[in-house]
């Protein structure tokens, strides 16, 4: 058993939506959200820039002493080279490998559409991970760089125009390909799931990030022996590097039910893996 915290990061509040998968299905657990909110978004920011991000909120998770660090962020996942993360003093997971797995296991007709940031789906990383799990599929792909700052700026109630035309504006050349399933590739995008299943229609599987790696986290821990051993009573503790005035009106809607706990600002920049001489 252990009792460590989980760390969880994003460039800004969406990854609270796999903090609550994960306080769903790990109710027992503790956990440490850091929400890179002063540099929000990271999705249309070059690579070097998206590594060098990653270190950072990497080095704070690490101080933390956690036991087991989820990148909530499509881009990072993306980006952050995985022979570095092998060499992380704990075990590091970003949200690509199970949303993929999950997206196989649900198409039926071998079309699957993927919609992320700009440097997500610059990568391919869906797109290669595709391939390999379904011989012969048709995959497609689309860049939706507006989604984040939408949802980071609230822009998410019902039948929002704005929103609505945005999404129109993207997603009809996909819907228009006859895709089965389709992967929300940044865990900001659950938060418009609604406007996209209404738009994309109920033929087509949506296929959210942070459900999809929280259930495949509590096997990985389960493996790993890293389980806490409580069925209740987790404890979350948030910290964003930019002012705290607004995370409560974020964390009522990232949240709902499982949110509660204390938020704190940080200056993101001291910190770095492997840490600074």
């Known amino acids: 058993m252990d009792n460590r915290p989980i760390g969880v990061f994003d460039s800004g509040l969406g990854g609270l939506t796999a903090v609550r998968q994960l306080r769903r299905v790990l109710p027992g657990e503790d956990i440490v959200y850091f929400g890179d909110t002063g540099r929000v978004p990271y999705g249309s920011r070059g690579r070097d820039i998206i590594v060098q991000y990653a270190r950072q909120d990497i080095g704070f998770l690490l101080s933390k002493d956690v036991k087991f660090i989820v990148a909530a962020c499509g881009t990072v996942s993306s980006t952050y080279p995985p022979a570095e993360a092998s060499q992380l003093p704990v075990p590091f997971t970003g949200v690509v490998g199970a949303t993929a797995r ?26 290669h991970l595709l391939k390999e799990l379904v011989p012969g599929a048709q995959l497609f792909a689309k860049a939706c760089p507006l989604f984040v700052p939408l949802v980071e700026n609230g822009y998410i109630n019902e039948g929002n125009p704005v929103t609505r035309l945005v999404i129109a504006d993207y997603l009809t050349e996909l819907r228009d390909t006859g895709i089965d399933t389709l ?56 910290y964003v590097s930019d002012t705290t005035e607004s995370f409560a009106e974020a964390e ?25 001489p």
């Open 183 to 238: 992967i929300l590739g940044c865990t900001h995008y659950p938060l418009l799931e609604g406007f996209i299943r209404e738009f994309m229609g109920p033929d087509v599987a949506l296929i959210d990030p942070g459900k999809s790696t929280a259930d495949a986290l509590v096997d990985a821990l389960d493996a790993l022996e890293l389980l806490s051993g409580r069925t209740e009573g987790g404890q979350a503790e948030f």
């Open 102 to 127: 999950r997206a196989a296991a649900t198409t039926r007709n071998g079309r699957i559409g993927v919609i992320g940031t700009q440097a997500t789906i610059r990568s391919g990383s869906y797109q």
């Open 252 to 276: 009522a809607l990232f949240l709902g039910k499982y949110g509660g706990g204390p938020v704190t600002q940080i200056a993101i920049e001291q910190y770095a893996w492997p840490p600074k």
